[in-house]
């Protein structure tokens, strides 16, 4: 069993996709080991995005995740990090893959949909970052 993070971003709840996109992933398979709705501050935006603080887009990505209400999930499978990242698509929505989620939702690199973590290492700090041991115990 892995465990991944998964964020519906504000365009994704903003245009009422919370339960498409949960259910998709239901649907794939993965149990919904926590999950809940908030809406990040810039500062905690910035705290949680701080691998990409030397970016150009970093200061944009962090505005736009905190201009509304998010949905974050932590993802429990079989190689769950990897297939979120397939049902996900290409960080591009124009570049993503027919099917994936980033395909049919994203509006743009920044506007696209859902984030999820991409290594181990990442997933691990990114699920603490939200959710105690507590919250995920089954
Ligand atoms: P996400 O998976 O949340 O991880 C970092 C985010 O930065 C990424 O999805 C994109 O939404 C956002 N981003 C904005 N501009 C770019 C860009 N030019 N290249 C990569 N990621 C970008």
């Known amino acids: 069993m892995e465990r991944t993070l998964s964020i519906i971003k504000p365009d994704g ?11 998709r992933f239901e649907s794939e398979g993965f149990r919904i080991a926590g999950m809940k709705r908030l809406w990040l501050s810039k500062k905690e935006a910035e705290a949680f995005y701080a691998m990409h603080k030397d970016r150009p887009f ?3 990505l962090t ?7 998010v949905v974050v999930m932590v993802l ?9 990242r397939d049902i996900m698509g290409d960080t591009n929505p124009a570049q993503a893959a027919e099917g994936t989620i980033r395909k049919e939702y994203g509006l743009d690199v920044e506007k696209n ?26």
């Open 113 to 138: 949909t859902v984030h999820g973590s991409d290594k181990p290492e990442t997933a691990a700090k990114e699920i603490a970052f939200f959710f105690s041991e507590l919250e995920l115990m089954r």
């Open 13 to 23: 709840v903003q245009r009422n996709l919370v339960g498409t996109i949960v259910g």
């Open 76 to 84: 429990e499978g079989p190689n769950a990090i990897q297939r979120n």
């Open 63 to 69: 505005s736009y995740m905190s201009s509304g209400p």
């Open 58 to 60: 970093f200061d944009s």
